[in-house]
């Protein structure tokens, strides 16, 4: 509608249009999880407000994560990436990407199978326990154990007695270390039950099982 | 080397923007547009800055209400797709009324602040009450609504407020207008209509107007005859009711009750409706109309359009102009109009007193054109004693956000934005042919880092051309960022002198002020004509030196700038040129001529292909808080240069990162965040 028709115009600028910035708050995306499809071929359930994802790779324990491939979302449901080599020994995670930032990285996968004639890990050799090599009190100690070869993380368990294992000691992930210290502990009626097993990928280890009594 | 002896410009800008008129005809202190500015005290200044206040859901926005309490702050209420949201000082946070709903696909809802005073019995009776304020609502569709502060209640039942559009409170009562039909309500009681049952009209309970109302409002100031009447719109005529006569015994016997005043100017938007300056300002068909009761004491006579001056924005409105909207803030008028767009995105600023002096008779003006937003409807509230403006805004993401203007910073967001200003056309005193030489300009109120571009075009022909694009940088604030200052380090305000403290670092603070330069732009003489010149194509075709642009009888100049500035003074040189002294014979034109909408000119049409110059930058921005971090992205458009296109983007993307990472950071209670 021209409602003042009389224009006098020798020329009109251009001036690109402006709109105020706005400061909505965005935020990385939520961590994805990364799981097996099928041999040889990684998935993720898409995330929300990604527009990217990387895929990682090491291959050990005390390996360095480099990008293995970079994709964008693609809109379906789940992001898939194939030919991921199952062949050695290696970890993989994905992260999810937008203009913010990265999300938290997924937990990270091992390689869909042991490489090929690998066997399970040994039971960890503990350390006999005692006063002094396990530093044993009435409210802790703690638990050594021998290091062994082809092991990347161990797990350990700790309850009263006989009873169900502390909740915040229950297949704990402690990673590779070969000691720890609990201290702290409710006295139980007679002892505590430690029990830890070593892991290699697609071969843990038996578990072994001590019983401690508390000290004086 | 002697001065060019031809000067012209301009030390005052306060007679204000003028589109409509021949640039070449514009008197001193008048400017031909301006973008983004105000030219308040005569200078010609970066406008007040605009604040995200709250994005809101999204739906269709269908206004944005405020109701004030008896006692307490006000609420403002944003009404989006059928739901009334409610926020509060210090407006940081809002939630859905409780309550009944309005209808979702409704295009507006309308309002009315109302007063009740007096509650009816179940036996008719009357009893007085505590007056309480009731904010009532109507979107065309649903029953009404009022809003008492807590909660919204649906009004229905016999005798009670009818559903309808627009509303006024006026004279006690509640007046509700549905199409062409307005309906009084009771005295004292807006939420009941049982009057009009008892005391009709002749036969009728409402009163008829030629058209569908559009709008209402008070009168504002005394009129000796008629008292503060109630103005109602249809589009195309404007009607007077006597609300002030408070006995509705006597408006059947009334002369002049419902009296016609303006039959063939109406009103296109309630929304913009508004008291400024002592007078009410609406916009029309035909643009903006002001009625100024104290000199029509009689409501009639001469009513002349007033914003013939934003033609070049005129003529380019939408054809739906039901959503304009007004907002009147200090001695600003704010309109805003949906240019080349359905939303509205220019809005025209004028200012009724460019100049607050008491002693000098200042012209009022229309200052500039303001973008950046696109506003719904305003909302002024007062907060602790200080006015403040807000708008709703159907923003271009397709998000609805709630504004504050007139921030002080003169930012958006933190952001500079763009601005411009084109000169009227300087002829020097005269009409004859001159070749223009350079630009003398004097900056104030420099602040950051300013980018300006100076262009420069013919009265009669030619595009802007770039002569010069100065960086300014003006440090801001008071501290330095490697100097360390400690708790017990004072500020100082003013020249003053401060003490150093003994217990901190020995520093006192002083602020930096705003900063000022005088400056030139390039010779034109030394730069090459322009690729499209219209010089051949367009404007004078006798020969004093006819393939030159820099030879006109006028020269015009365009400032596009970013970040906070002042322009004080525009001062053009030129040198005379001898004008031939013998007449020309015609030579008749049988090439075909072309000149683009921004005056680029060339005779085969092809040339004319190239876009206009713009520079794009997107950034990326990292912003930490000890282990949190977030990136923001910036990406801007700009018409002045990619230094300038960088260093918006920039400024997008730090604001966007540090608004990214303080949503993560958890509150700091004392101890490390690392």
């Known amino acids: 509608m021209n409602i003042a028709p009389q224009v006098f115009q020798v020329r009109e600028a251009y001036e690109p249009r402006y709109s105020c910035p706005t400061l909505d708050v965005e935020f990385v995306p939520a961590q994805p999880s990364l799981s097996w499809a099928f041999v040889g071929q990684v ?27 970079s994709i964008e979302a693609s809109g379906e449901d789940y992001e898939t990436v194939d030919d991921v080599s199952i062949t050695e020994l290696a970890f993989y995670r994905v992260i ?49 154990w021998v290091p062994a070869s082809g092991v990347i993380n161990y797990f350990i368990d700790l309850g009263p007695d006989n009873e169900a294992f502390y909740a915040e000691f229950n297949d704990l992930d402690i990673g590779l270390v070969h000691e720890y210290t609990f201290s702290g502990l409710a006295a139980p009626a007679s002892f505590w039950t430690f029990r830890i097993r070593a892991n290699k990928p697609f071969a843990p280890s038996d578990s072994v099982t001590v019983l401690v009594t508390p000290g004086a | 080397m002697a001065v060019p002896i031809v000067q012209d410009g301009d030390t005052r800008f306060a007679k204000g923007m003028d589109s409509v008129s021949d640039p070449f005809t514009l008197g001193p202190e008048s400017y031909v547009y301006s973008l983004n500015m105000l030219n308040r005290g005569g200078a010609m200044k970066s406008r007040p800055g605009h604040r995200v206040v709250l994005t809101l859901p999204d739906g269709i ?76 609502l109507q979107d065309g569709v649903s029953p009404p609504l009022y809003y008492d502060g807590h909660v919204l209640t649906a009004v229905t039942g016999a005798n009670k407020t009818p559903q309808g559009t627009v509303m006024a409170f006026a004279g006690s ?43 209402m ?39 002049d009750f419902q009296s016609d005043i303006f039959p063939n100017i109406g009103c296109v938007s309630d ?22 009761s104290a000199h029509n004491s009689n409501v009639s006579g001469r009513m002349d359009y007033v914003d013939r001056e934003m033609t070049r924005s005129s003529s380019n409105l939408n054809e739906d102009l039901s959503k304009v909207a007004s907002a009147h803030y200090e001695n600003f008028l704010l309109t805003s109009v949906p240019h080349a767009n359905l939303k509205n995105e220019h809005t025209w600023v004028y200012d009724s007193n460019t100049n607050d002096r008491l002693n000098e008779e200042f012209p009022s003006a229309w200052a500039s054109i303001w973008t950046g937003i696109n ?12 006015t403040r403006l807000f708008c709703l805004s159907a923003d271009d993401d397709g998000k609805n956000r709630l504004y504050e203007l007139f921030t002080d910073d003169r930012r958006d967001n933190g952001c500079d934005f763009p601005w411009a200003m084109e000169s009227r056309a300087y002829t020097g005193g005269n009409a004859s042919p001159k070749e223009l030489r350079f630009l003398e300009y004097a900056l104030s109120e420099l602040a950051g880092e300013v980018h300006l571009k100076f262009s420069w075009a013919g009265a009669s022909r030619g595009r802007w051309k770039s002569f010069s694009k100065p960086i300014f940088h003006a440090v801001e604030g008071n501290v330095v960022a490697t100097q360390e200052y400690g708790a017990e380090d004072g500020a100082a305000s003013g020249s003053g002198s401060g003490s150093s403290s003994a217990s901190g670092s020995g520093n006192t603070l002083f602020a930096f002020k705003t900063q000022s330069r005088l400056a030139r732009t ?24 006819a393939e030159k642009e820099a030879i006109d009888s006028a020269f015009q100049f365009r400032v596009d700038g970013s970040g906070p500035c002042a322009i004080r003074m525009l001062r053009m040189f030129a040198d005379m040129v001898s004008d031939p002294d013998t007449g020309m014979q015609e030579n008749p034109e049988v090439a075909d001529h072309f000149v683009r909408f921004d005056g680029a000119a060339s005779k085969d049409e092809a040339d004319l292909d190239e876009a206009p110059e713009t520079w794009t930058a997107t950034k990326t921005v990292r912003a930490q808080i000890g282990n949190y971090g977030a990136n923001g992205v910036g990406t801007v458009i700009s018409s002045i240069s990619q230094l300038d296109a960088d260093k918006r983007a920039t400024q997008v993307a730090s604001a966007k990162a540090e608004a990214n990472v303080a949503a993560v950071v958890p509150d700091y209670v004392g101890g490390s965040l690392v």
């Open chain 2, 522 to 545: 390039q010779d034109v003489r030394d730069m090459d004509e322009d690729d499209l010149t219209a010089s051949g194509v367009e404007g004078q075709v006798y020969q004093v030196e």
């Open chain 1, 96 to 144: 999810a990407t937008n203009s913010v930032g990265d999300s938290l990285p997924s937990h990270p996968m091992f390689t869909a199978a042991a490489p090929e004639g690998d066997v399970a890990a040994d039971p960890p050799v503990i350390i006999p326990d005692s006063e002094v090599s396990w530093n044993i009190t009435a409210d802790g100690f703690t638990a050594r």
């Open chain 2, 375 to 386: 506003p719904v409807e305003y909302a002024s509230v007062k907060v602790n004693g200080r």
């Open chain 1, 43 to 69: 998935r993720w359930g898409a995330v929300d407000t990604a527009t990217s994802y990387r895929l990682q790779r090491k291959s050990g324990p005390s390996g360095i994560w480099t990008d293995l491939v």
């Open chain 2, 271 to 292: 929304r913009s409706v508004v008291n400024h300056s002592g007078m009410l300002w609406w916009f029309s068909d035909f643009g903006t109309v002001r009625l100024d």
């Open chain 2, 61 to 136: 926005p269908q206004g944005l209400k405020v109701f004030h309490p008896r006692k307490g702050n006000p609420v403002i209420l944003p009404i989006i797709a059928g739901k009334v949201y409610a926020t509060k000082k210090p407006f940081t946070d809002y939630a859905q009324v409780a309550g009944a709903e309005l209808y979702a696909k409704s295009e507006q809802v309308w309002h009315a602040m109302t007063t009740q005073s007096v509650e009816r019995n179940p036996d008719d009776s009357l009893k007085l009450i505590t007056p309480r304020k009731l904010l009532f």
């Open chain 2, 217 to 255: 409002a008070p009168l504002p100031g005394a009129v000796s005859q008629t008292k503060n009447p109630l103005v109602c719109y249809t589009r195309t005529s404007t009607s007077l009711f006597r609300s002030n006569i408070l006995n509705r015994n006597l408006w059947p016997t009334i002369e």
């Open chain 2, 173 to 215: 009562r509640l007046w509700v207008a549905n199409g062409e039909r307005l309906y009084a309500g009771d005295i004292g009681d807006p939420t009941t209509f049982l009057e009009q049952t008892v005391n009709q009209l002749g036969g009728i309970s409402y009163y008829i107007l030629p058209d569908s109302i559009t709008a």
